[in-house]
């Protein structure tokens, strides 16, 4: 019998109840045998402890079989192969649900997380960023939301790297249905982890909670677009309780999108202003060997690389590259065909690029 799982699913208990049982009385299985005298000594409420003795007569085996056969792991606390970061948080979840094997603990994680109805700014932030540190071998977390959470997990995903959604839901149910996609192939390079029980619903008070996990995942959070109001500065606030390092990326004065942001930076979080810079300072060692600059001159030719150069996050015109490179117009649009197809840069609206790796 599987006695963690078992005491994970005892009904009435809160994740606080359990932590605190197990800590009194060394395991969960230990909680199982303990005579009802002892148990009621641990002191806990009388609600807790007659929910524990009624929850001696549940047959959780043939769940946890089928959970089994699902290709769903359930890690408690108890589990040496419980995330070593989690375990240190505050109310850290007593078990996690995941499926797909977790990420190796050794890699830096990055939380990236941000707006669901983002900017077309913020979203070639979040994918350029996710993609780069993906590619250097660091762990990209997230939610999973429309808007930046997705473009998050699509840089890693293009960079053929490890990323981790935490969802507010069970890891069953594909949440929003239109990341259906991005879903199935986080499966394919990371996994997909809950504290919730398979097949339960998406409610709103669970996202509140599931951002201590995306945090205590994680070695820094990045927020990248938020508004005054954002769950993402949630995200934020249980990073600091946690000790994580807090990074923003800076907005416009007068754009809500980045008022969130903007107040991050007010009260101290990092500014991350250059995507290179930023990565150089997390002194991140590619698993490749390689740094992004190093892999930038072997993928690019000489004027493909001055192209790229003058290319930011900020939507360009041809008549501005034009400008800046002092290239002929044919010879541009060739080199911007080039790199378009080579998935460096996007052309967001007609004849204006935008970088993309």
Same mark, same amino acid.
């Given at each position: 019998?599987?006695?963690?799982?078992?005491?994970?699913?005892?009904?009435?208990?809160?994740?606080?109840?359990?932590?605190?049982?197990?800590?009194?009385?060394?395991?969960?299985?230990?909680?199982?045998?303990?005579?009802?005298?002892?148990?009621?000594?641990?002191?806990?409420?009388?609600?807790?402890?007659?929910?524990?003795?009624?929850?001696?007569?549940?047959?959780?085996?043939?769940?946890?079989?089928?959970?089994?056969?699902?290709?769903?792991?359930?890690?408690?606390?108890?589990?040496?192969?419980?995330?070593?970061?989690?375990?240190?948080?505050?109310?850290?979840?007593?078990?996690?649900?995941?499926?797909?094997?977790?990420?190796?603990?050794?890699?830096?994680?990055?939380?990236?997380?941000?707006?669901?109805?983002?900017?077309?700014? #913020?979203?070639?932030? $979040?994918?350029?960023? %996710?993609?780069? =540190? !993906?590619?250097?071998?660091? *762990?990209? @977390?997230? &939610?999973?939301?429309? #808007?930046?959470?997705? $473009?998050?997990?699509? %840089?890693?995903? =293009? !960079?053929?790297?490890?990323? *981790?959604? @935490?969802? &507010?839901?069970?890891?069953?149910?594909?949440?929003?249905?239109?990341? %259906?996609?991005?879903?199935?192939?986080?499966?394919?390079?990371?996994?997909?982890?809950?504290?919730?029980?398979?097949?339960?619903?998406?409610?709103?008070?669970?996202?509140?909670?599931?951002?201590?996990?995306?945090?205590?995942?994680?070695?820094?959070?990045?927020?990248?677009?938020?508004?005054?109001?954002?769950?993402?500065?949630?995200?934020?606030?249980?990073?600091?309780?946690?000790?994580?390092?807090?990074?923003?990326?800076?907005?416009?004065?007068?754009?809500?999108?980045?008022?969130?942001?903007?107040?991050?930076?007010?009260?101290?979080?990092?500014?991350?202003?250059?995507?290179?810079?930023?990565?150089?300072?997390?002194?991140?060692?590619?698993?490749?060997?390689?740094?992004?600059?190093?892999?930038?001159?072997?993928?690019?030719?000489?004027?493909?690389?001055?192209?790229?150069?003058?290319?930011?996050?900020?939507?360009?015109?041809?008549?501005?590259?034009?400008?800046?490179?002092?290239?002929?117009?044919?010879?541009?649009?060739?080199?911007?065909?080039?790199?378009?197809?080579?998935?460096?840069?996007?052309?967001?609206?007609?004849?204006?690029?935008?970088?993309?790796?």
């Amino acid at each position: 019998m599987n006695y963690e799982y078992w005491f994970a699913n005892i009904p009435g208990l809160t994740n606080y109840a359990r932590l605190s049982l197990v800590a009194q009385a060394g395991s969960a299985r230990e909680l199982y045998f303990l005579p009802e005298r002892q148990l009621k000594s641990l002191g806990a409420e009388e609600k807790v402890t007659e929910a524990v003795i009624a929850g001696r007569k549940m047959d959780t085996e043939r769940a946890y079989t089928a959970l089994c056969g699902d290709g769903i792991s359930f890690i408690s606390i108890e589990d040496s192969a419980y995330p070593a970061r989690l375990k240190t948080i505050p109310d850290a979840p007593y078990g996690i649900y995941a499926k797909g094997p977790l990420p190796d603990g050794k890699e830096k994680h990055v939380a990236i997380v941000g707006a669901r109805m983002c900017s077309e700014y #913020g979203r070639a932030v $979040a994918t350029e960023l %996710g993609r780069q =540190l !993906a590619a250097l071998g660091a *762990c990209v @977390v997230s &939610g999973m939301a429309r #808007g930046i959470d997705s $473009a998050a997990h699509e %840089g890693a995903l =293009l !960079a053929d790297g490890v990323t *981790c959604a @935490v969802l &507010g839901c069970g890891v069953d149910v594909c949440y929003p249905k239109s990341a %259906g996609q991005i879903y199935r192939q986080i499966l394919n390079r990371g996994c997909i982890l809950s504290e919730y029980p398979p097949n339960t619903p998406p409610l709103a008070a669970y996202f509140p909670q599931r951002n201590r996990i995306i945090s205590g995942m994680s070695d820094l959070v990045v927020v990248v677009e938020a508004k005054e109001r954002s769950g993402s500065l949630i995200t934020a606030d249980c990073a600091l309780e946690q000790g994580r390092d807090i990074y923003a990326v800076p907005g416009r004065l007068f754009d809500k999108l980045s008022a969130g942001c903007n107040d991050l930076i007010r009260q101290g979080a990092g500014i991350l202003s250059n995507i290179d810079e930023f990565i150089q300072e997390l002194d991140l060692c590619g698993a490749r060997g390689m740094s992004v600059e190093h892999l930038e001159k072997i993928l690019l030719e000489k004027q493909e690389r001055l192209v790229y150069s003058c290319v930011d996050l900020r939507p360009k015109s041809i008549e501005e590259l034009l400008a800046e490179t002092e290239l002929l117009l044919p010879d541009l649009a060739q080199i911007l065909a080039g790199l378009s197809q080579k998935g460096f840069i996007t052309e967001v609206f007609k004849n204006r690029y935008i970088r993309h790796i």
